[in-house]
């Protein structure tokens, strides 16, 4: 059974809302983007 997607997202979503550098939120956004694309298909 594959994990649903959000869940796979909310460890990006921890650590831009917990850090204070905007290159690191910048860094996971983009990730958390690319996960959302391959597991869309977008």
Request: hydrophobic share 35%; proline share 5%; aromatic share 2%.
């Amino acid at each position: 059974m594959t994990t649903p997607l959000h869940k796979k997202l909310i460890p990006y979503l921890e650590t831009i809302a917990r850090t204070q550098s905007i290159a690191e939120a910048q860094r996971e956004a983009m990730k958390a983007r690319e996960l959302i694309c391959r597991e869309t298909g977008e």
